[in-house]
């Protein structure tokens, strides 16, 4: 049942998806423009209200890590909400052109090819390496660009999940913090003018550590006084990333971005007076904030079987959201019934594999065949992490519109679409 206390995660439009249901085949997502939208403003406008671009302070430019949920509709009203990319692939460059919006290019490990197609359509480059300065080298070389970001290990990280965790010695990202100058005199030998910083820790961090973004904006401007001492660079720009984190369970809570938006004003005060620097430009590139809690996996209940446990089989699969099946990830689920009668169920789905769990041991309403079931923050990091194993095709997405109407945004896939590649 929805309380005020527990609304976060156990929300959901009821209306709008009971008319999904009796109108298309399960199982499908369904994204609300109205939270969509939400969420766009309630971190855009804490953050603007601390960085207005006014009167000396910097401004606030939002993006949105197109990762997390990247179907064209969904970025459309994401765009209108005043965010720019940012882009992990080359593809998601190129959906960006499509969309006449740019933004900053964070990826790692590419080759050069993948840097100029951002590098063409405008994007900055966020280099995770000094290594990638040799693209620029040499014959047939990638051209300098005016302005160049490095992505920065500060050594330490934090998540809810250990995969989740993008920094420090075990993580595959960035510079290291202690030789970040090293990195930006080189690129200024090679002629680069302007310069931002950029760093990404984790996903997901936790509510209670609504202190931990201020931490990382100190530890940036740390480096940023040391490659300025260092080299005399300026930087005009600090990226923050994204990870901020979103409720999964009922006890859990929001994230006050109107806290952490003025903790990090007064980190950049606090910083900025103690190295005597210009204050940067403020980014940062959230995708599940923007998009997690404003989409469900909708399903129906299929097969019911009485095992060694009770397990209530639904029409959609790790397959179409792999987060609990890969990372343990928990997510809610919500049987769409007014009932008094709970069990302890384990929701599955047909994939042969036995971490096929969606939810697993959850006390229930009473599940019978033909019951629909809502698996919740299903809108950031679940379709876009979909795959096709044991030959399943990727489900339809729906946008419940501001004005109450449901529209398809994705058709399902086919047969014919899983191998229109090969020559069967
Ligand atoms: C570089 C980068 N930026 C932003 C994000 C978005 O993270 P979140 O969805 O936790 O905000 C990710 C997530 O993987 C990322 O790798």
Known sequence: MQTEENKDVIYYPEAGIKKAVEEFETPFFVYEEKRLRENCRNLRGA???YFPGVDGKGAFQPLYAVK???????????????????????????LGQKLKVGGMFTGNYNPASELKVAQDAGFILNLDDVSMLDFFVGDGALSVPETISFRINPGVGKATIASNVFAGPNAKYGVPFEKAYEA????????????????MTG??????????????????????????NKTGIEIEFMNMGGGFGVPYKPEEKSLDMEVVAK???????????????????????PGRFIAADAGWLVSKVIVIKDSYKKFVGIDASSNDMPRPSIYGAYHHATVMKESDEKELVSIVGRICENNDQLAQDRLLQKCEIGDIVLIHNCGGHAFAMGHNYNGRPRH???LLQENGELRMIRRAETFEDLYKTTEV
């Not at 990247?70 to 080359?90: R, T, Y």
């Not at 936790?206 to 006084?225: H, Q, S």
């Not at 903790?263 to 590139?285: N, V």
């Open 47 to 49: 953050f603007t209200k």
């Open 68 to 94: 997390a949920n990247s179907n064209p509709e969904v970025l459309k009203i994401i765009i209108s909400e005043g965010f720019e990319f940012d882009a992990s692939s080359d593809t998601e460059v190129i």
């Open 184 to 199: 930006y005199e080189k690129a200024k030998e090679m002629g680069v003018k302007h310069f931002g910083i950029h760093m």
């Open 203 to 228: 996903s997901n961090v936790p509510m209670e550590d609504k202190d931990y973004f201020a931490g990382i904006i100190r530890k940036l401007f740390d480096i940023v006084a040391d490659i300025k």
């Open 263 to 285: 903790s990090i004003r007064g980190a950049f005060d606090e910083k900025c007076k103690e190295y005597g620097l210009k204050e940067p430009r403020l980014m940062a590139e």
């Open 396 to 398: 339809a997405e729906y």
